[in-house]
């Protein structure tokens, strides 16, 4: 330890002690907004900090008050983690940001099951107890075309149930060509593995035959699997096998065939611009006995995921006690049955449903939007940066239509001089009480309207007010 001059020493006696601090008219506002506990703590820690900073250099004593000041940029600083931010990186299905943003019906159905007790698990006809998945079976059979139906948290947990159920000490069967990862610790081989299924690989990476299949199957085996490829393509000189050939080489074998769609939508996109994805009612149709798919994808609503197909392969996996760790709770039951309940409507759930709504939007009109936005948002950037309307392409996001673009528009920002501004520029727009993620691409950092509501364009620009512009052109080279 090191001995302090005399001089220090006193100043730091002078520090009010935290009673002193609590004591002030300062303070009291705190108990009232943050309570006893958080309010301590922060006069505490302020404390402490101008105690260290007192040490390091010699300095004015800070009062009672200015203590209680900075407890109170402390205690306001805790904003929240999960705070509402613009997404305008131009993925829509943004898995870092949350992927689908719900539908209005959505979040009322989930507020609604938040603020009351449902029924969740009761049978309104006769009292007696319920099955919490028969909200939506009926739903998910009428969309699909299956026979019966369950849900769980998300589709990796659709993918993992369906393995330990039929493959549990026994052989998976799938094509070198499909052994997928997405998106960090989803990765096939490892969830196959912990199914406690045996992975028997066939074929090769770019080309699967029949044969290949045939050769594997065994009284061993368990289940054949097939994945939609959905994050990336083969191209070239391939060969797979479709879904339909493998179900009846499946059927012949006496095992069921799984197609995991990953994205799956429960309506075709191309009447809505959009590249054509495989539908869940054609998975089933081309006779998989069961086909898993996410419910924060493509389908637009909160994650889950989604098993559909035999009746007799349901009702096995719904008495595996796997099932009871991954099921969904009644907020997510709730949003779910809203969303699907959309699609009963197929004309008008481009309006209803925000995915949709966002990926169908036509370029002209997001450009439209950026001309709209651009004189004041100009403005907000004052003289150091120049703002520009320009062209861009948005992505679907989630591993979806891995390779299909979609031409939309931006507000381009770049500095006026230097570009080495855009990365503090980028750094500041993501501490804003409401966050904006844009992205960084050829010297601009760019501002993809795709996602950009027509309500969310005045909280945008306030959002933008808040920024301090000044400081960011001191760090330019
Ligand atoms: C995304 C995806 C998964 C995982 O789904 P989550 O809902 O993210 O758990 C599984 N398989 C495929 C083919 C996917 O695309």
Redo the contacts with the bound molecule.
Sequence with gaps: MSVMAEPELNSLRQLPAVATVLATAEAAALLERHGRVATTDAIRQAIDSAREALRATPAAVPGAIEIAQRAGELLEAHAPGLRPLFNLTGTVLH?NLGRAVLAEAAIEAAVAAMRHAVALEYDLADGSRGERDDHLRSLLCALTGAEDATVV???????LLCLNTFALGREAVVSRGEL?E??GA?R?PDIMARAGARMVEVGTTNRTHPADYQDALNERTGLVLK?????YRIQGFTAEVGARELAVIAAAAGVPLLN????GSLVDLSRYGLAKEPTVREAVAEGARLV?F????LLGGP???FIVGDRALIEQINRNPLKRALRVDKLRLAAIEATLNLYRDPDRLAERLPTLRFLARGKANIEAQARRLQPAVAERFGGAFVVEVGDCLSQVG???LPLDTLASAALMIRARGSQGALEPLAAALRVLPRPIIGRIADGALRLDLRCLAEADEAPLLESLARLNVDGLTAHAP
């Design positions: 898995t948290n998300n589709n990796a947990a659709a993918v997928i997405i998106g989803f096939l994945v939609h490829t959905s994050n995991d769609l990953g994205s898993t996410s419910g924060d994808k994650q889950a995921g989630s591993g979806a």
